[in-house]
């Protein structure tokens, strides 16, 4: 690399070779981010796309020095980073405001950690809440407030302590449609007309629209472990119109990135959940979510093939949650997900037009052809002379290969699906797999 | 300034804090009032405690009423220095056991057995060591009667910091961290807020646990030293040595006074002010209502008066006692040495054995496996009486406090009297049954038993009611709609809703009866003394007798029932309550 390129235009953060892993007792260490890059240059807004578990949190509390990667280093202005610092300010998804102070005590509080006298403080925080359209608002407490004001009182809260990066942790998920409109328009408004006193805006979503209406550049994040799939440079004007089809073209090449399997060609024979044989991670996917999305696909207007960026848009569904859902399908062969597109196979097909009785038994022969968990759990219970197994045991079998977490979920996720299928029964008081379905 | 362009609408605000008005109003007259007539009362109550014995031992307890204010005002002074050590201590302790995983292994399980010991026990030791502390004055009966007082009250305030400090919400904390706190700015502006909820409503119920033990601990004989504090437990001891029955009615009746003022002028006005330190993100619909807390609201020049203190207030808020440059991530500062670990656990387990062979020790000198064996089996009548007590105290009020629960008008009238008497000190009661017993010459072995669950029924009560009042109204209409009646009702809904209010009522309440049977299975009426067989009995005999051996044995047993009951029965019951049928 040419070395003048770097002196005249350093990146306000630099993240090379990061790796998050925990300890999972003696089995080994479980892998949250692998090898992540990336740069962040001055005037730039760059999103951190995913679904839950691809690490973008991880990455964004490192770079806040929230926590210390395990491997690699995090620079900020060319200074590694070692805890959390005053040039960085932190938005998060819960907005985190301290129930029992005011509005004007919650903007306070990065200043009276830096020992600012009270005089100066409330003339900086009564800017900042000026700035932000909060006037009005000072002496209420945060109860009193509605989720788009108290995400507000959040970014007045980061700002007023000037910070050169703001970090945004899904600033926008818990609030409505049209509240987290309004604010991103404010926010943009105040980025564009440069009120605000920061360099950049680092942003954690999974939603896919949110990202492209605000960032100039976008880095995608598989799961599994977290690592970047694919950058992606938006050069679109603001303010960005949803229906241009520039936006739109956008949107296609996310969503195919998002559904590609790496180095691979044959997307039926790749799965998209970490582990294999028995431990692979399932996600906490209800039934009814299944079956919906099937019956969603089969219906009109899509009729069996669906384009994922108008269908998530029309069942106001994020990445954390369709992509789970479409991908459990996928294992279990009901559909194929490539190229942006999800498509109902036969055997999907068959499964919608069957009556419940045959909808379980479809349901049953793909579970036990194609989750290794769930046939495990079956052939003990049926080796079992009593045919009664602890459910714990299976937690402590698949924690040698993930997270406690990851493998509760998973057996919740078996349990649900075997279950709705009748392919074995667990008893929650007993903490039993069973075979005797209560009938 | 980088907002400056655009901030002329914080400049006008800057303005209107500055405008300042302070000419007082009439709030600000009862506020002065109220204020005044306080620091009038501790600074009378406390001038007489350092005097010497000499002068307590001339200036004899009178039952005059005109003497009772003025006794009153002692006892509740000595209650409040109870509840001040005991913050202190939770602030100190339970914030060390909270940060620093080793301490915490240590002093969460001591305060669990702590709290199980038997406070009366425990007078035989303080009277001495705080007498030889001072020796020939007052204020060392004094420390003696406030240590027994507070030895009642830390352990829940403690055990409910802890457990606030260790369940704080991730983005709280990393909020703090973000903005970097430090750890003094970190303790007042998220630790004590979070925690202050539950911490206000242990003080509440250490503040009413504790009248029962300063009615026992201002009347103090351990062996031929006999110290009377003037106080009403010291005026109520009197009365029921002289038999004196007005006297007692008139001791009933200042209690009823001071509770209802303290609720009143303190506790109502810190219950409605820490009403914002509840985590919760939306306005509840019913806030805890007091006049006193509204006066002060409303004073005008109180609030210009205290400007100084709340200048002081932020001063100290932005002390930085320790840089907060050293914070690590959580997960990073959990790597500990194994072979740290192991030395640690290693020494922790060498002192407890240490500890035992000394207790051996001390005990093997002047007693025989045959005490221990008599001691034992006391234990075991006493947890007879116990559990047939709080079983047949669950027949009775878990029927009648689901029946006030489901009535919203009534619950709420009766709440706060079945809380009232459970703040009351039951003690007082005794002499009526011991007259009962004597004129009807029952069995005291059966009959004195009820007393050590005249005080702690009430637990079961309130608690069934605050559980029933609390039943979700779906379920309620859904029971409605499918007409679910009699023993179905009772099995399936209204017992199982209850459950965990009824487990939380009813382990208080045990705690509370073991420590009632030491007054409870000896009582006294004049010259007449009843005593029935028991734990209670054999450590209140110990202790009269001034055999410091015995007490340690009784202690020590009693300690290891309720320990081993809270283990094998009360915490598993907690645990399935909480997981499996709490709502929410």
Redesign the interface.
Known sequence: MDNSVIVKNPPLVSVQDVCQT??NGASGQIVVLDKVNMELQRGEIVGLLGRSGSGKSTLL?AI?????PSQGTITFEGKLIS??S?E???V?????L????TVLENVE??L????IK?AER???A??????IGL?GY?SA????LSGGM?QRVGLARALV??PKLLLMDEPFSALDVLTSETLRNDLLDLWSEG?M?IEAILMVTHNIEDAVLMCDHILIFGSNPGHIIGEIHVDLPQPRNRLDPAFREILEEIYSLMTAKAGSTNTIHSQPFLGNGIAIVLPKVSINELAGLIETVAAEPYNGKADLPPLAASLRLGVDDLFPVGETLQLLRFVEMEEGDIRLTALGQRFVESELDDRKRLFSQQLSTYVPLAAHIRCILDERPGHKASAQRFRDELQDHMSEEAANDTIKAVTSMARYAEYFAYDEESDLFTLDNPS | ???????S???R??AA?ARIRILPNIYDLIAFVLLGGAIALVVHGTADMSGSLAILKTQTISLKISHLPEYALRTTLRMFAGILVSLIFTFVVATFAAKNSRAGQIIVPAMDILQSVPVLGFLTFTVTFFLGLFPGQQIGAEFASIFAIFTSQVWNMAFSFYQSLTSI?T??D??C??????AW?RFW??EA?FA?PGLIWNTMMSMSGGWFFVVASEAITVGNTDIRLPGIGSYLALAIDQKNFSAIGAAVLAMVIIIVLYNQLLFRPILAWAD????????SKEQVQSWVYDIIRHTRLMKRLSVPFV?IG?QL??V?FSS??????A??SN?HNKIADYAWFLCVLGGIGWGCWVTFDYLQQALSWGDVWIAFTSGLMTLLRVVVLIVLASLIWVPVGIWIGLRPALAQRIQPIAQFLAAFPANVLFPFVVIAIVVTGANPNIWLSPLIILGTQWYILFNVIAGAASFPTDLKEAVAIYQIRSWTWWRRVMLPGIFPYYITGALTATGGSWNASIVAEVASWGNTQLEAYGLGAYIANATTAGDVRRVVLGIVVMAFFVTFFNRILWRPLYVFAERRIRFN
């Not at chain 1, 009564?126 to 700035?131: P, T």
């Not at chain 1, 407490?141 to 009193?144: A, F, G, N």
């Not at chain 2, 300034?1 to 901030?7: I, Y």
């Not at chain 2, 907060?324 to 991530?329: I, L, M, P, S, T």
């Open positions: 925990y300890d509390r806040a020095g929230l926590l210390q805890g959390t005053s960085v300010a932190v998060f998804q819960s907005f985190a301290f129930p029992w102070l509080i990065g009276e950690a830096r020992g009270p409330r003339q900086k009564l800017s900042a809440i000026d700035l006037d000072e407490y945060p109860k009193e108290r302590v000037h009120r006193p | 300034m980088v907002f400056l362009p655009h901030n609408t914080g400049q605000a800057v804090f919400p983005d709280l990393e909020a961290r973000s903005f970097k706190l430090s700015q502006r998220l807020p202050a914002k330190f509840k985590l919760e993100q939306s306005a200048w932020q808020m932005m930085r907060a440059e050293h914070q690590v991530n997960a990073d790597h």
